[in-house]
């Protein structure tokens, strides 16, 4: 059975940085689609960035482009989220998901609009005061 561990949550000051992990067990995730979501208090879940584990593609939420940076090791069947310039509205429980299906070939763009994210980590929260 796959699991993905989120960690690296935490408190911060605005300005600040955080990196997130997502650790895959029970199955290789290297040729998958993976995204990371946001819960914040009191508002529907959000997408984030979306990578391709084949080729490295991504895809980004505009409200975080720039700031957010998502990558992969997969030696480590590992996905990133470098977040750098924190704002206070960043804040909430952050978590990823993976698709199961292996693909050969797949966009940042696919990942985002058509995977099926079937499997869920437990979320890592992040705080960012001002």
């Known amino acids: 059975q796959v699991q993905l561990v989120e960690s690296g949550g935490g408190s911060v000051q605005a300005g600040g940085s955080l990196r997130l992990s997502c650790k895959a067990s029970?199955?290789?995730?290297?040729?998958?689609?993976l995204k990371w979501f946001r819960q914040a208090p009191g508002k529907e879940r959000e997408g984030l960035a979306t990578i391709y584990t084949g080729g490295g593609s991504t895809y980004y939420n505009d409200s975080v482009k720039g700031r957010f940076t998502i990558s992969q090791d997969n030696a480590k069947n590992t996905v990133y989220l470098q977040m750098n310039s924190l704002k206070p509205e960043d804040t909430g429980m952050y978590y990823c998901a993976a698709d199961l299906d292996v693909l050969t070939y797949a966009s940042g763009d696919y990942c985002w609009e058509s995977a099926d994210f079937g499997v869920w980590g437990q979320g890592t929260q992040v705080t960012v005061s001002s």
């Open positions: 029970g199955a290789t995730v290297s040729s998958n689609c």
